[in-house]
């Protein structure tokens, strides 16, 4: 009871800071600055919005493991500079993290935004090595919409195919909330990013799951009700499961949608072991 009033406590007082106009800022505030080393503002590309943070561990942690990390933001809004506090939490574990900025709707639509976290992991893999990182030991992370980018970019072989790479050559796939199977849309913001009602049905994640598919770890809120979880991660969890593909799923109680990934700054690690989860799944798949 005592620690279940604690959690009570912690999410009724930071859960409006992450609904707030600014509430990543807060949370960055908060996170130590001695657990990483940080490259800001790395170009994968010419445009503007394709740029990635390096976070390292420190101290360094040879031939450490590496994530890319994708946000959501229903695919119209999001800025690398915005989760630190995810960066400083993969680095705080000895994981090279690269959080990448894409290009948003409505400025491009479906599939400009894959195209562009292909492009991202591509950078991650050749560049890895220079931030202390294995290539052979690299990952796709996502939260909800990003966990929509990381999810295709592991499972539809046209993304990474398209700049000389493969999804056996990625050592996991981590969904936080992810958004897998979503048609019919009807969210206007995101009809607009996919073309709707003219969206393929091969855009979405389920379509693609396949015996190629890296091993997976799925994480959602039990009550998420922006992205159904049962539609979502159950449905993805069970489409690999039936492909052959080893693959970790749980639903957590006690977060929301949006605090579920607010779980991995320091100030809310009680309300999930979001990180204590990726930072198993990561170590356990790619131990010497």
């Not at 592991?154 to 493969?166: I, S």
């Not at 779980?263 to 356990?284: H, Q």
């Amino acid at each position: 009871m005592r620690r279940a009033g604690l959690l009570g406590l912690v999410a009724a007082a930071f859960t409006p800071l992450l609904q707030a106009c600014s509430p990543l800022r807060i949370i960055n505030a908060l996170a130590p600055g001695s657990t990483y080393a940080l490259t800001s503002g790395q170009a994968y590309g010419p445009n503007a919005r394709q740029k990635i943070d390096v976070y390292q561990p420190n101290p360094p942690v040879p031939d450490a493991p590496v994530v890319v990390f994708f946000y959501g933001g229903s695919w119209t809004t999001g800025e690398r500079a915005d989760y630190l506090f995810a960066g400083e939490a993969l680095a705080s574990r000895g994981i090279v993290t690269l959080v990448a900025d894409y290009r948003l709707s409505p400025e491009v639509r479906y599939p400009v935004f894959l195209q562009d976290s292909a492009l991202a992991v591509k950078w991650a893999a050749d560049n890895a090595q220079r931030f202390g990182g294995d290539p052979k030991k690299l990952y796709v992370m996502g939260h909800s919409a990003g966990g929509y980018n990381a999810a295709m970019v592991a499972l539809d072989p046209r993304w990474l195919g398209a700049v000389g790479m493969r999804p056996g050559q990625l050592a996991g796939f981590i969904g936080i909330a992810g958004a897998y199977d979503f048609l019919p849309i009807a969210i206007p913001e995101v009809q607009v990013a996919f073309n709707w009602p003219n969206t393929p049905p091969d855009s979405q994640p389920l379509w693609h799951a396949s015996p190629a598919a890296p091993r997976a770890l799925l994480l959602a809120a039990r009550n998420d009700t922006l992205v159904n979880p049962v539609r979502n991660t159950e449905g993805l969890s069970k489409k690999l499961r039936d492909a052959g593909v080893p693959v970790q799923t749980e639903m957590l109680d006690g977060v929301s949608h949006v605090t579920i990934i607010g779980s991995l700054a320091k100030p809310l690690r009680l309300l999930a072991p979001v990180l204590d989860r990726v930072a198993e799944f990561v170590k356990a798949n790619t131990a010497a």
